[in-house]
DNA sequence: TCAGTGACTGACC
DNA sequence: GGGTCAGCCACTG
């Protein structure tokens, strides 16, 4: 029902649908925007409660090197990699590459 | 209620 | 320079 607050998982949820296109973000980046940046943890649970949200593209969130941790939670074994391909991210070996260039920092982007 | 788990991160050795 | 340990909070059994 109608919650005056948001959850801490629909606040990821929100944040993840910020992320621009052919961008990515990492776990601790959220959790750090969100003011829990020692609970990277719960970024982390929270996208895997967003498989029921078809609107949180979670194939752009990635671990802080930029390595593809959660493809294995997506379905087949590299939709991740295929998902930011698609979008003119290049992957390597499960790897983001030029990660720093494609990095999309929500405090910073933000401006919060 | 307690304990275990988890798509992470930072610090320590 | 690389591996290991602990912390963090929320959900499930």
Same mark, same amino acid.
């Given at each position: 029902?109608?919650?005056? @607050?948001?959850?801490?998982?629909?606040?990821?949820?929100?944040?993840?649908?910020?992320?621009?296109?052919?961008?990515?973000?990492?776990?601790?980046?959220?959790?750090?925007?969100?003011?829990?940046?020692?609970?990277?943890?719960?970024?982390?649970?929270?996208?895997?409660?967003?498989?029921?949200?078809?609107?949180?593209?979670?194939?752009?969130?990635?671990?802080?090197?930029?390595?593809?941790?959660?493809?294995?939670?997506? @379905?087949?074994?590299?939709?991740?990699?295929?998902?930011?391909?698609? @979008?003119?991210?290049?992957?390597?070996?499960?790897?983001?590459?030029?990660?720093?260039?494609?990095?999309?920092?929500?405090?910073? @982007?933000?401006?919060?």
């Amino acid at each position: 029902m109608a919650k005056a @607050e948001e959850s801490f998982f629909d606040k990821v949820y929100d944040v993840v649908r910020l992320i621009p296109y052919g961008r990515v973000t990492s776990y601790g980046a959220i959790a750090k925007f969100l003011g829990a940046a020692r609970s990277a943890r719960m970024v982390g649970w929270a996208m895997n409660a967003a498989h029921g949200h078809d609107d949180v593209p979670a194939h752009r969130v990635v671990n802080r090197v930029g390595l593809l941790t959660g493809k294995h939670h997506f @379905e087949g074994t590299n939709l991740m990699q295929q998902l930011l391909e698609s @979008e003119g991210i290049k992957i390597k070996d499960n790897k983001i590459v030029k990660f720093e260039t494609c990095f999309w920092d929500p405090a910073k @982007e933000l401006d919060f």
